[in-house]
């Protein structure tokens, strides 16, 4: 499952992904990310509608079973989306990490910024780097 | 540490074939997990898992004199013990401390099996050869003793479908062990277990545990049986309030204050560690380990500080975890004796963030009598 890189998406080394929508970056984990978690239960959503993010700063906290890590915000901007569904429904990070479970969507102030993020090919290249 | 220095254990194949992740681990490479933490979790407690423990330490002291010097570093009385019974205990320093937590196994009176932590070994094997030089004999079977539990209320169906001395497991009573004979291979089942559950702990040489784990896996699967990795043991020996050594226990805390008070037995002769842990017991105690459940969002780990109702620090989180059965996000720690009732409200300082939490009674889980 973690081999699969979606083609369309941008990549960080923390294993957030990006997409491109209409004027806003929509942002969620990877599914390496996801399989290194295990059983996700809780999402901390950290900001809210209307709140400036920095490039590479902390939007939340995802906690599993086991352990707990940081979200970092991939691109720089204002947030206009939260996705409400993951504060009750944890589990969709596990069961669609790159569709139901997209976390926030950011307007981006710098819009290259999105194009500097990692293409699915290097993001692929450093996955193998990471597991070995 | 790198790779270069981790041991693996004779079934590190059977864990990489059966999917394990596989994490550093006390010294050793051992599987975190196989299908998931949550999932193996409850196959131990619905039906049955099977884990390779086999890092664990083994020390074997024989000789007239071996009862003694077994006697003498545990807290636990060991003349209590009838041939083929276990019995849990500390091993502690002369200032009461605890050194590990460990199982004891009167296979003979002139014949005693140490179960110790494998992060423990090397300190447990000297304290122990140090104390039987002179004395009796002593031995570190580590090395070529493997260790798999196989827990879970299907645990005797899965035993009695494998057939012949495996059957008739299902008498032992509990903490009671004997020789047998398990798909062929010459083991010590013994009614043992880290998870809450009934089940057994299998010891064999080191090379005969895969075909060991193979015939279990065989005859398990169709009851449920899962491997199960260090991941889940955490959250099922947690939600069992079963002591983790190096987390809720260590040369910092006295069995007292760490609630196995129980396994203290001061009236029992000398023994080491007896002075400090009488006059420990004589006086009130100024902390307590705990079990709590946080209210608030947010899962307790261990390090994280305890907080009373000014937000001063006044204690710390030694375990903690969602724990998967009970369906809470539960804790160990040690709070001072004032607020360690059943009912106190405190904070758990995650991260910056105070978190509402209550002590509760333990263990937060407790099966079902069958």
């Not at chain 2, 300190?123 to 104390?131: I, T, V």
């Not at chain 2, 609630?259 to 009236?267: N, P, Q, S």
């Not at chain 2, 023994?271 to 380990?289: D, M, Q, Y």
Request: glycine share 10%; aromatic share 8%; proline share 4%.
């Amino acid at each position: 499952m973690s081999d699969t890189v979606p083609p369309d998406l941008r990549y960080t080394k923390e294993h957030e992904w990006a997409r491109a929508g209409a004027g806003e970056v929509t942002i969620g984990i990877t599914a390496f990310a996801v399989e290194q978690l295990g059983d996700v239960t809780l999402v901390n959503l950290e900001v809210k509608v209307g709140d400036e993010v920095g490039s590479g700063k902390p939007f939340g906290t995802i906690e599993s079973v086991k352990t707990l890590t940081d979200l970092y915000a991939p691109v720089a901007g204002k947030v206009v989306r939260i996705n409400e569904d993951l504060a009750s429904k944890p589990e969709l990070v596990n069961e669609d990490c790159y569709g139901k479970a997209w976390m926030i969507a950011i307007a981006p102030t710098d819009a290259g910024a999105y194009g500097t993020l990692m293409d699915a090919a290097a993001y692929g290249a450093y996955l193998k780097t990471a597991e070995h | 540490m790198t790779d270069a220095l981790l041991r693996r254990t004779s079934l590190y194949g059977e864990h990489v074939a059966l999917g394990g992740r596989i994490v550093p681990f006390a010294g050793w490479e051992m599987p975190v997990q196989y299908t998931g933490i949550v999932d193996e979790h409850q196959a131990v407690r619905t039906a049955a898992g099977l884990f390779d423990v086999s890092h664990m330490g083994e020390l074997r002291l024989r000789g007239e004199y071996a009862s003694h010097v077994v006697d003498y570093l545990v807290t636990n009385d060991a003349k209590k013990l009838i041939d083929g019974q276990a019995m849990y205990t500390c091993a502690c320093n002369e200032q009461g401390t605890i050194l590990d937590d460990l199982i004891v196994y009167r296979h003979a009176q002139d014949d005693w099996l140490i179960v110790c932590n494998a992060s423990n070994r090397g300190k447990m094997s000297a304290h122990f050869a140090h104390a039987a030089k002179d004395h009796c004999e002593f031995d570190d079977e580590s090395d070529r003793t493997a260790l798999i539990a196989l827990q879970g209320p299907r645990a005797f169906d899965v035993l009695s479908k494998i057939g012949g001395a495996a059957a008739s497991l299902s008498s032992l009573g509990s903490f009671r062990f004997r020789l047998a004979e398990v798909a062929g291979v010459r083991c010590t089942p013994s009614r043992t277990g880290y998870t809450g559950e009934d089940g057994v702990e299998i010891f064999c040489a080191w090379d005969d545990a895969p075909a060991l784990w193979r015939a279990l896996m065989t005859a398990g699967t169709p009851f449920g049986l899962k491997p199960v990795g260090l991941g889940a043991r955490d959250t099922l020996r947690l939600e069992s309030r079963l002591s983790l050594y190096g987390n809720d226990i260590d040369e910092t805390t006295t069995p007292i204050e760490a609630g196995l008070g129980w396994v203290v037995k001061t009236e029992k002769g000398d023994f080491v560690g007896r002075a400090a842990l009488t006059s420990i017991k004589a006086e009130p105690l100024p902390r307590k380990l705990v079990g709590f459940e946080v209210t608030g969002r947010g899962v307790a780990r261990h390090g994280y500080p305890l907080m009373d109702a000014e937000g001063k620090n006044v204690g710390v989180c030694t375990s903690g975890s969602p724990g998967p059965t009970v369906g809470k996000n539960i804790g160990l720690g040690y709070l001072p004796t004032s607020m360690s009732k059943v009912g106190s409200r405190f904070y758990v300082d995650c991260r910056g963030k105070n978190i509402d939490a209550v002590v509760v009674s333990t263990p937060f889980y407790k099966r079902a009598n069958r």
